[in-house]
């Protein structure tokens, strides 16, 4: 815990018992220091009867240390859950002799019959009271009704819009749209106020001419703009593709991919590099970091988030944009750029993280060029799961990085194949589907140090718009 600054203490008020609930300390800075008081006591020698012995104590202090970090119990003890069952007279029986299986049991323990004892699905998220508005009842004129709701939505009736106004297109869908909303128009131009702002626009406008399909980490390591302005000028200047071989990227307005064959190499490619021992290494021998994993996994109780500073059309109108701060150690012109790393697949390099969402003309390797190719001026249909491709590309393109990543960690560490045979065995070893093992337990190596601000999702801004 002391080892991650955002961490909590836990305590636990019963350590042995699986349903006890803990209490959180917050990690505070502190300069204090560490004293040692001992108190000895000494009697006098009584001379008269009479008197009474007064003891004599002395004090005797040192100091330790100094302490640098303390931890302090703030919040609520919040609930405590026991297993209990009430009998008849309302007497309170424990159950844990049950229901808790400690040691190997025989089918006649699962046979018992027992009271019916369900546990919490969860806790409480916040351990400090909060102040919490209710809303009043909304009064509607006469006649109104409730509209009907599907069960495939109830969130969605619940959740506020984001008012970024971005057009939203499917592989079916049988037009794209050629222009912005008019309220996408509105929110970029009462941002874009400064000349950097306009700067950047014009940039992203040439990146859409040379290229009419960009992923937003793409975009992000080609210009330097803040996020949150970079959420309003997308869908400023093209639409959002949801399924389909160009899902999760960013299409120029106007431009049907599904009409073009030349944009077969803007689709996209989900590549997730395979571990496990029939690969030859387990996951925690890749140098790799994985985004995460149920092994590392952290109840919100137990972490303690930054407070985050909402940003508004104010803030970014004065000066979150490109620029950035004046005491900020990057140059401008990079302050939030991406690495090359993040959306690039080069031979000899390992991916940032093990799953990655690359478009096919930033696979920067040969042999990986021709697979794509292979069927250049024939194209006859675009269809949803290959788009231009002959079918299965994109399992021979996995297959191909693949053996290309098993490559590299065979040369940086040679001791975990000494027991291969040829490597015709890796590649019949390798021709399975990726990324069933995307779970494993990983540990990060200390030498690799991912992109910095890289992410590895795919590209689900789509929250970030409705």
């Known amino acids: 815990i002391y080892a991650d600054p955002v961490k909590r203490l836990e305590l636990y008020f019963r350590p042995k018992d699986p349903y006890c609930h803990p209490v959180c300390a917050n990690r505070f800075p502190t300069s204090t220091m560490l004293l040692r008081v001992r108190r000895s006591t000494k009697k006098k020698q009584q001379l008269d009867a009479e008197e009474q012995t007064q003891p004599e104590v002395q004090f005797e202090m040192e100091i ?85 709701a599907s069960g495939e939505n109830l969130i969605g009736l ?31 131009k009462k941002v874009c106020t400064n000349p950097v702002d306009k700067k950047v626009e014009e940039e992203l406008r040439k990146l859409f001419e ?122 401008p012109s990079s302050r939030y750029k991406l690495k090359e790393s993040i959306y690039i697949f080069q031979e000899g390099a390992l991916p940032p993280y093990r799953q990655m969402f690359y478009q096919l003309c930033d696979l920067n390797v040969e042999s990986l060029q021709k697979i794509i190719h292979r069927n250049d001026g024939m194209e006859s249909e675009c269809t949803e799961r290959d788009g231009w491709c002959l079918a299965k590309t994109s399992d021979d393109l996995r297959d191909s990085m693949s053996l290309m990543i098993k490559q590299i960690i065979r040369s940086t560490r040679p001791a975990l194949f000494s027991n291969t045979t040829s490597s015709e065995d890796g590649k019949e070893q390798l021709a399975y589907e990726s990324g069933e093992d995307e779970d494993d337990e990983e540990e990060e190596e200390e030498d690799f140090k991912p992109s910095d601000g890289s992410e590895n999702e795919m590209e689900t801004e789509i929250l970030d718009y409705v």
């Open 64 to 148: 330790l240390g100094i302490v640098t970090t303390v931890y302090k119990f703030q919040g609520m003890s919040d609930f405590q859950y026991l297993a209990m069952h009430s009998g008849p007279d309302g007497k309170q029986t424990s159950m844990y002799d049950k229901v808790l299986m400690l040691k190997p049991e025989k089918e006649k323990f699962f046979n018992r019959d027992l009271p019916l004892y369900i546990p919490p699905p969860i806790f409480s998220r916040l351990d400090t009271p909060v102040d919490y508005f209710y809303r009043p009842d909304i009064q509607h004129r006469s006649g109104y009704n409730n509209p009907h």
């Open 158 to 188: 619940s959740r506020a819009r984001r008012p970024h106004n971005a057009i939203f297109v499917n592989f079916d869908d049988e037009e794209i749209p050629t222009k912005p909303l008019d309220a996408a128009v509105q929110n970029w």
């Open 210 to 331: 040379v290229r009419p399909v960009w992923s937003r980490n793409a975009v992000k390591a080609n210009i330097s703009i803040h996020p949150d302005k970079l959420k309003v000028l997308l869908p400023y200047l093209a639409y959002y593709m949801l399924t389909g071989p160009w899902r999760s990227l960013w299409v120029r307005f106007g431009y049907d991919p599904r009409k073009h064959p030349e944009a077969k190499i803007y689709q996209v490619l989900d590549f997730r590099i395979r571990c496990g021992m029939k690969y030859g290494y387990a996951a925690t021998d890749m140098p790799v970091k994985a985004k995460r994993s149920t092994y590392n996994y952290s109840l919100p109780i137990t972490v303690k988030k930054q407070g985050s500073h909402t940003v508004s059309v104010h803030d970014l109108k004065q000066g979150l944009g490109s620029a950035g701060t004046s005491g900020a150690k990057k140059p």
